[in-house]
């Protein structure tokens, strides 16, 4: 099992960059799938991107693509989300999210085992 702690939230202009990390504080997180989802006010928990346990594959949602990469450092426990050009859409509260499957939706947040409790993005205009 692993725990998930995400961290790098916060305030930033459109067209800024903020990087999130996900450490795991408890389990090896380089025998997992992570990947990000977002979550703004009133909406669903949509699927942002995922990788690969050993960052050989990466999958990015369309809408992000080109701005947004994931990436994952397992020597140090973390995986990345790096955020660039910013738009006030991107405003919500990102999450983390690991498991070991290697079929099924991975657009879905019910094929996740584990989660983080979240980091607030704002991105004002």
């Known amino acids: 099992q692993v725990q998930l702690v995400e961290s790098g939230g916060g305030l930033v202009q459109a067209g800024g960059s903020l990087r999130l990390s996900c450490v795991s504080s408890?389990?090896?997180?380089?025998?997992?799938?992570v990947a990000w989802f977002r979550q703004a006010p009133g909406k669903e928990r949509d699927f942002v991107a995922r990788?690969?346990?050993?960052?050989?594959?990466?999958w990015t949602e369309d809408s992000v693509k080109g701005r947004f990469v994931i990436s994952r450092d397992n020597a140090e426990n973390t995986v990345y989300l790096q955020m660039d050009r910013m738009t006030p859409d991107d405003t919500a509260i990102y999450y983390c999210a690991a498991n070991q499957k290697y079929s099924g939706s991975y657009r879905s947040p019910d094929e996740y085992d584990f989660w983080g409790q979240g980091t607030q993005v704002t991105v004002s205009s």
């Open positions: 408890e389990g090896t997180l380089s025998n997992y799938f």
């Open positions: 990788v690969h346990p050993l960052g050989i594959l990466r």
